[in-house]
Nanobody, 123 residues
Framework: QVQLVESGGGSVQAGGSLSLSCATS????????IAWFRQAPGKEREGVAA???????SYADSVKGRFFIRKDRVNNTLFLRLRDLKPEDTAMYYC?????????????????WGQGTQVTVSS
């Protein structure tokens, strides 16, 4: 059974940084595309960053230059580095298996979701 376990969320002030982690098994990690989504209260869940099996990354326009996704192949962990955080980045962040590219409609490609980790940014 696939397990995606997120950690690393928290509360920071605007301009601060956080690092999110998504741990999974090697069988899940290898040859799979994995992405980060987020959902703010009252809003739809949206793709934030994705990385494919070759390590190519894509980002939502709202986070380009501030968020960075990478894989740790040794530890089978996906990371998302969040920098220069803004209050509008406040959301529950989810690890998602099956999305190779952040684009409209990519949420329909998700095969498994993690439980989420909360990020709160105060002004």
């Amino acid at each position: 059974q696939v397990q995606l376990v997120e950690s690393g969320g928290g509360s920071v002030q605007a301009g601060g940084s956080l690092s999110l982690s998504c741990a999974t098994s090697r069988s899940t990690y290898s040859d799979n595309c994995i992405a980060w989504f987020r959902q703010a209260p009252g809003k739809e869940r949206e793709g934030v960053a994705a990385i494919d099996s070759d390590g190519s990354a894509s980002y939502a326009d709202s986070v380009k230059g501030r968020f960075f996704i990478r894989k740790d192949r040794v530890n089978n962990t996906l990371f998302l580095r969040l920098r220069d955080l803004k209050p509008e980045d406040t959301a529950m962040y989810y690890c998602a298996l099956g999305v190779c590219l952040v684009q409209g409609g990519s949420i329909t490609q998700v095969r498994f979701w993690g439980q989420g980790t909360q990020v709160t940014v105060s002004s």
